[in-house]
């Protein structure tokens, strides 16, 4: 009775075997760490390479923005004015780039626009680089 068919005893060797494979695979390889880590390390470099540049992004917004708020209302509006409240609120956060003469100041109809357009690059490593490219505007009213 416990003797087995030729085809049965082979499913019961593949079987064995499947369950002794897999008793012996526990956990991850380090080939398999690597393919885990290296794609997290890379974006986790890249956040701290941009993370100064979003820093001096969001001042070259509040500064436009105050300064746009400095002059609502005001009939006498220029941009040699409007350049210079901003060099002196550039020179107070320490913002190298852009510079106050990249920002454009113009007339928009009835209104004064302040706007931004400029990019910055972040070396990653080697010949590899991130191209981040920002745009901001402020009216006058």
């Known amino acids: 009775?416990?003797?087995?068919?030729?085809?049965?005893?082979?499913?019961r060797l593949i079987k064995r075997g499947?369950?002794?494979?897999r008793a012996r695979q526990k956990g991850i390889t380090f080939i398999g760490w690597l393919f885990l880590l290296v794609p997290v390390a890379i974006v986790g470099y890249s956040a701290i390479r941009l993370a100064p540049i979003y820093l001096t992004y969001m001042k070259v917004v509040k500064a436009i923005d105050q300064t746009a708020g400095e002059y609502a209302g005001d009939e006498t509006v220029n941009p040699a004015a409007v350049r210079s409240t901003l060099y002196r609120r550039f020179d107070i956060d320490s913002i190298v780039s852009p510079t106050v003469?990249?920002?454009?100041?113009?007339?928009?109809?009835?209104?004064?626009?302040i706007?931004?357009?400029y990019e910055e690059v972040a070396p990653?490593?080697?010949?590899?680089?991130?191209?981040i490219r920002f745009q901001t505007a402020a009216k006058i009213d």
């Open 115 to 117: 706007s931004a357009d």
């Open 18 to 21: 499947v369950m002794g494979m």
């Open 1 to 11: 009775m416990d003797r087995l068919e030729p085809h049965r005893a082979a499913d």
């Open 101 to 113: 003469e990249s920002i454009n100041v113009k007339r928009d109809g009835d209104r004064w626009l």
């Open 124 to 131: 990653l490593f080697g010949n590899v680089s991130l191209l």
